[in-house]
């Protein structure tokens, strides 16, 4: 099992990109899933995530009202857009999905994608 981001580059502040993360492998139409991100120097962190039934969302201060998180079950594949962005979003973008809420959001998911970088120029 495995997940897979992609949509990731190079935009200009103000610019909007979609990043998706695609898993292969079980299902995980049971699992939270999520985004977390690590810029150059900083520690991973928390930044969406969805429930299972792609109902209920939660986001971080600093993306609330500019990023939204979706997915598609029937494509094991989960979404975000990212609007309204700003040099300081710059960073590697990581998908991530688990049985628990509570340990993914703490940075303890099941299963992390390998990265995608989004570059924000001013």
């Given at each position: 099992?495995?997940?897979?981001?992609?949509?990731?580059?190079?935009?200009?502040?103000?610019?909007?990109?979609?990043?998706?993360?695609?898993?292969?492998?079980?299902?995980?139409?049971?699992?939270?899933?999520?985004?977390?991100?690590?810029?150059?120097?900083?520690?991973?962190?928390?930044?969406a995530?969805?429930?299972?039934?792609?109902?209920?969302?939660r986001?971080?201060?600093?993306?609330?009202?500019?990023?939204?998180?979706?997915?598609?079950?029937?494509?094991?594949?989960?979404?975000?857009?990212?609007?309204?962005?700003?040099?300081?979003?710059?960073?590697?973008?990581?998908?991530?999905?688990?049985?628990?809420?509570?340990?993914?959001?703490?940075?303890?998911?099941?299963?992390?994608?390998?990265?995608?970088?989004?570059?924000?120029?001013?």
């Open positions: 099992a495995q997940l897979v981001e992609s949509g990731g580059g190079v935009v200009q502040a103000g610019g909007s990109l979609r990043l998706s993360c695609a898993a292969s492998g079980p299902t995980f139409s049971n699992y939270y899933r999520g985004w977390f991100r690590q810029a150059p120097g900083r520690e991973r962190e928390f930044i995530r969805i429930d299972r039934s792609g109902l209920t969302t986001y971080a201060d600093s993306v609330k009202g500019r990023f939204a998180i979706s997915r598609d079950n029937a494509r094991n594949t989960v979404y975000l857009q990212m609007n309204s962005l700003k040099p300081e979003d710059t960073a590697v973008y990581y998908c991530a999905a688990g049985p628990s809420s509570y340990y993914l959001e703490a940075g303890r998911p099941e299963y992390w994608g390998q990265g995608t970088q989004v570059t924000v120029s001013s």
